[in-house]
């Protein structure tokens, strides 16, 4: 706070070496993407049975959008469950669903956005 008042004094360093390696550490990993190939799902739930939090669902009324998304609704009543889906906007990339299931139709993909400019 002292050096802040000092005039033409730099105060916003960045971090050392050592401390950016640290606060690397908590990066979420955002930049992959879940995905339950569905063909291959049996549906054993082993997937929803290890998740940490509320990030795996059984989905009706499927739609895929333009943008590639899943449009669905969340259902707990096993007549009417499409499919078994993972929701990556929860997903915290612990992996526990990737190792739990037994038939591995669980990968993992990374993705990159890309910013168009327009003529
Ligand atoms: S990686 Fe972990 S948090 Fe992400 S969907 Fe699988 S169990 Fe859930
Ligand atoms: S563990 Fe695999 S096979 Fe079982 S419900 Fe989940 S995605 Fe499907």
Redesign the pocket.
Known sequence: MRDRKIKNKEVETGYSKEKSVVEAKRCYLCHYN?QIDISRCIYCLA?ID????D??KMAKNIEVTEDGNLNYIETKNWSEVEAIT???D?????????RACPVDC?SVSKYKIETIEEK
Do not use: A, L
Request: a positive charge.
């Open positions: 879940f997937c290890v998740m940490p939090v990030c795996i993972i929701d990556n929860k997903c915290i990339r612990c992996g526990n669903c990737v669980i």
